[in-house]
Nanobody, 119 residues
Framework: QVQLVESGGGLAQPGGSLRLSCAAS????????VGWYRQPPGKERELVVA???????NYADSVKGRFTLSRDNAKNIVYLQMNNLKPEDTAVYYC?????????????WGQGTQVTVSS
C-alpha cells in the first residue's frame, strides 16, 4: 500500500517562509514525476510545480522565484520550500507523484496540508 503523507503546513506571515514535505511509503519500485498542487478557498486546484520524468522542473508563474521543489530520493521525500509568502498563497497544498509498484503504476496524491498566509 503506497501512501503520500504531507506535513509542514500552517500559518505564516506575509513575507515569511514555510517548508512542506511529502513522504512516500510502501512497496515502491520507482517514482517518476513528482509535484505540488494547491487549491485556494473557493477556487480550482492549480499546478504549483512539477518535476517531470525527463528531469525538468516547471513552476507556475505565480510562484517562480519564491518556491523551490527539492527531492530526497534516498528517503522518498519531496519538499516545497516557500519563501516570501503572500496572502494569495493561502490554499490547501497537495503533493503528487507517479509511482510504480510491483502491481501498479499510477498517480498518487497526498492528503493535503493547509497553508495560511495572513498578518
Amino acid at each position: 500500500q503506497v501512501q503520500l503523507v504531507e506535513s509542514g503546513g500552517g500559518l505564516a506571515q506575509p513575507g515569511g517562509s514555510l517548508r512542506l514535505s511529502c513522504a512516500a511509503s510502501g512497496s515502491i519500485v520507482s517514482i517518476s514525476t513528482v509535484g505540488w498542487y494547491r487549491q485556494p478557498p473557493g477556487k480550482e486546484r492549480e499546478l504549483v510545480v512539477a518535476n517531470t520524468s525527463n528531469g525538468l522542473t516547471n513552476y507556475a508563474d505565480s510562484v517562480k522565484g519564491r518556491f523551490t521543489l527539492s527531492r530526497d530520493n534516498a528517503k522518498n521525500i519531496v519538499y516545497l520550500q516557500m519563501n516570501n509568502l503572500k496572502p494569495e498563497d493561502t490554499a490547501v497544498y497537495y503533493c503528487h507523484a507517479f509511482i510504480v509498484t510491483k502491481i501498479t503504476a499510477r498517480n498518487y496524491w497526498g492528503q493535503g496540508t493547509q497553508v495560511t498566509v495572513s498578518s
